[in-house]
């Protein structure tokens, strides 16, 4: 987890523009990190890129949390 929460982690800081130190597992995208749904949409880009996989609408709607993303991505590397 650790090498896939890394690089997500540098994603999401770069995307939102938010310092690497508030982006934890348990972070939630929205309330957290404060990313809207266009942050979203760039977000589950960024992420098909960098892990080659595919965001289905149903997943992006299901992931609340930073560690939601982890997981998913796990699940499918």
């Known amino acids: ?3 896939v ?3 997500v982690k540098k994603i999401f ?5 938010v310092d690497e130190s508030i982006i934890t597992p348990d972070a939630s995208i929205t309330s957290d990190l404060g990313a809207d749904s266009l942050d979203i949409v760039d977000l589950a880009m960024s992420i ?3 892990f080659e996989i595919e965001l289905s609408e149903d ?3 299901k992931i609340k949390t930073v560690g939601d ?3 998913y ?5």
């Open 1 to 3: 987890m650790i090498m």
């Open 5 to 7: 929460f890394d690089r």
């Open 13 to 17: 800081s770069e995307q939102l523009e």
């Open 48 to 50: 098909e890129d960098e």
């Open 59 to 61: 997943a992006i709607e």
């Open 69 to 71: 993303m982890v997981r």
């Open 73 to 77: 991505i796990e699940d499918r590397v």
